[in-house]
């Protein structure tokens, strides 16, 4: 067997929708304006939109994670203007639903130990990216990651992997919401935020921003923000890591990006053709 | 895709630890269930214990990672000296371009399970020793894993439930098919936990005996634990004959149901025709189909329906088994744990029979095995379907 030659490879897409939910952030919209410096940043607590085309049973069941999830994936997919039936999603995230696992585990340690079918259900990870295909009626793959605080850096990497070898758009949505106390004092998550991306293998009229990413050393320090407020954020919640690289977009500023992703990599990420 | 080999694979679940063990059961449709002792579960079901989990002593260096989801990865890594052969594949390409893809639907939510009673009284603290990055986050096993194995490339946790160690295999092709990787450890491990037992109990698909998968009286999963892994890489230019190859995935959603499958199988078929698809087949190219099965009335009936559907109207009837009567349902570590049991009937020449299964429907579409088969196979799929209507379908075979 012999060595491949050790040439780092470049992903690159272009992002034709974005979608953001997040303290005094509650679209890309007023996000774009907040993070342009068009708008001074007034952070206040997430308002999490309710997800669009479920049907009510099946709303009633979703809980804030899945609600926030699914709405800012749904901003990236109209912004995109594309059908998300055919559309393959990678849902990316450091915890499942922080208050169905806290219910479930007060009922495990209760005498009873009666767990809720639907809570049971909704406390796995992916799901996410099941209410989504049920909101969308998606059948084309879909996946649910975690890397922890590397979370947004990971998925943003499987979802430029699938738009390079397959050549077909993909929806990446990352996101976290809160643990309620005990669990939040050992994962101390300050607020809900939502990051998604449409990413296509092709120039479209209405694309943002070309993306070529590539892996670097933990030499490489990950970029921060000059607004102390945003730079909180960034670095109090795993899908915030994004915030460096929605800056630029907002900007419409050609650069280069260093997301925080694993213990021995960052994520290099140059924006180009803005427009 | 281009086929990749499965330079070394390695399996751990009730019904052994290590291959050789794993073997030795499946050629003598030993089942590993028994009625359930675990923990201070009081249910009235069978599970697929590993036993020796709570004996295994993390190193000095890594108590943080200390609970029983990471205590079942240590012992499936240290079987069959997988841990060796992956210090060569970071040798042959270098630990940076080696990635880390692994299933879990669970984790080790055992210990936080555990914690929440013991909550100090006062103020409803967890216990300070509780660790959540390195017991109860999903990433905690890829972190534990990345640390003993000593590599440092891509890594990352698929939780899609019970497909969850079946898509690690996806995840980690394209990722060598772009470049980033020139080889990956994949695999699953899922431990026994209150939240699954107890979980899957309210959602009334527990039997209370050893599960039996397609029989026309099953009535429920047994609930197993397992860690299983494989080292996928680039395929040389000239092969053993035995070698074991990864040729398709495929990776579907139903769009139907958050805990039932769709009647008609409608996603498990879109995964299984993108599998073959994926790796240049035909139906009939495949000899054996390592069923889901998870014993369910519903998922049976659909999966049935699905592989009917796909391998309909050929010449001789595709055989078909589901191997869950041996080892139980081990969740988001059944899709690794199934295509190492398919690359033993690769390699060995069988094809494993259901075990506990007694009479199946007439009519199914495809023959399915309750006895073991001894012949030459060359090619498997390998179905893997969870909650959320997340599906994904393994293509394996042998180079011959």
């Not at chain 2, 494993?352 to 095995?369: I, N």
Request: aromatic content about 6%.
């Amino acid at each position: 067997m012999s060595h491949a030659p050790a040439q780092a490879p470049r992903l690159t897409a272009y992002i034709q929708g974005i979608g953001l939910i997040g303290p005094g952030l509650p679209d890309w919209q007023s996000g774009c304006r907040a993070l342009a410096g068009d708008e001074a940043y007034a952070p206040r607590p997430t308002d999490i939109p309710a997800p669009q085309g479920l049907p009510p049973a099946e709303r009633r069941r979703t809980g804030a994670t899945v609600q926030l999830a699914v709405g800012a994936a749904q901003q990236a997919v109209a912004a995109a203007a594309i059908d998300p039936q055919g559309l393959p999603a990678v849902f990316s995230s450091s915890g499942a639903d922080g208050l169905i696992c806290h219910e479930i585990c007060e009922s495990l340690a209760s005498a009873d130990r009666q767990v809720s079918p639907t809570r049971f259900h909704n406390s796995v990870h992916n799901a996410a990216a099941g209410y989504w295909s049920l909101a969308t009626g998606a059948t084309a793959a879909s996946t649910a990651l975690c890397a922890y605080d590397g979370s947004f850096a990971a998925g943003l990497l499987e979802a430029l992997v699938l738009v390079t070898v397959d050549h077909i758009p993909v929806l990446l949505s990352a996101y976290e919401t809160v643990y309620p106390a005990p669990l939040h004092a050992k994962r101390p998550l300050p607020d809900a935020f939502a990051v998604a991306l449409v990413l296509t293998p092709a120039p479209a009229p209405n694309v943002r921003a070309k993306i070529t990413a590539s892996l670097r050393s933990a030499a490489a320090a990950p970029d921060r923000l000059p607004e102390p407020q945003l730079e909180a954020l960034r670095a109090a919640m795993p899908a915030a890591r994004s915030l460096p690289l929605l800056r630029l977009l907002a900007r419409r500023q050609p650069g280069e990006v260093v997301l925080d992703y694993l213990g021995e990599h960052r994520l290099a990420v140059q924006v180009r053709e803005c427009r | 895709m281009t086929p990749l080999v499965l330079s070394h694979f390695t399996a751990t679940s009730c019904i052994g630890r290590g291959l050789p063990a794993t073997l030795e059961s499946l050629r003598a449709q030993r089942s590993g269930l028994a009625p359930c002792t675990f923990e201070t579960v009081t249910l009235d079901t069978h599970i697929g214990e590993v036993p020796g989990v709570d004996e295994v002593r993390l190193s000095a260096t890594m108590q943080r990672f200390d609970c029983r989801n990471n205590r079942l990865a240590q012992l499936g890594l240290a079987a069959d000296g997988f841990i060796e052969e992956v210090a060569k594949c970071a040798g042959r390409w270098g630990p940076r371009r080696v990635g880390l893809f692994l299933g879990t639907s669970t984790s080790g939510i055992l210990e936080t399970e555990i914690a929440y009673r013991h909550r100090k009284p006062e103020t409803g603290a967890l216990p300070a020793s509780f660790d959540y990055a390195g017991t109860h986050n999903s990433y905690s096993l890829a972190a534990f894993a990345q640390e003993l194995l000593g590599l440092t490339g891509p890594s990352a946790v698929v939780s899609c439930a019970c497909s969850s160690s079946a898509k690690v295999f996806g995840s980690a092709q394209r990722m060598i098919a772009a470049g980033l990787i020139d080889a990956a450890v994949v695999g699953g491990v899922d431990s026994l936990c209150l939240t699954t037992l107890y979980g899957f109990h309210s959602l009334q698909l527990v039997s209370r005996h050893p599960c039996k998968p397609f029989d026309i009286a099953r009535d429920g999963i047994s609930i197993g634990e397992a860690a299983a892994f494989a080292i996928i890489e680039r395929a040389p230019a000239s092969l053993d004959s035995d070698a074991i190859l990864l040729f398709g995935v495929g990776e579907s959603s139903d769009a139907y149901h958050m805990s039932s499958p769709h009647p008609e199988g409608r996603g498990a078929r879109a995964a299984m025709l993108q599998a073959l698809d994926s790796a240049g087949l035909a139906r009939d190219d495949i000899d054996y189909v390592n069923l889901h099965g998870t014993g369910t009335p519903s998922n049976d009936r659909a999966e049935g329906k699905a592989v009917a559907a796909v391998f309909a109207d050929l010449a001789s009837a595709v055989e078909a088994s589901s191997t869950k009567g041996a080892t139980g349902h081990t969740l988001g570590a059944a899709g690794a744990l199934e295509a190492v049991i398919c690359a033993l009937a690769l390699r060995h020449g069988f094809l494993p029979g259901s075990v506990h299964t007694r009479e199946v429907e007439d009519a199914l579409g495809f023959e399915y095995l309750c006895a073991n088969r001894r012949r030459s196979i060359a090619r498997v799929l390998s179905n893997s379907f969870g909650f959320g209507g997340s599906n994904c379908a393994l293509v394996l075979g042998r180079a011959q």
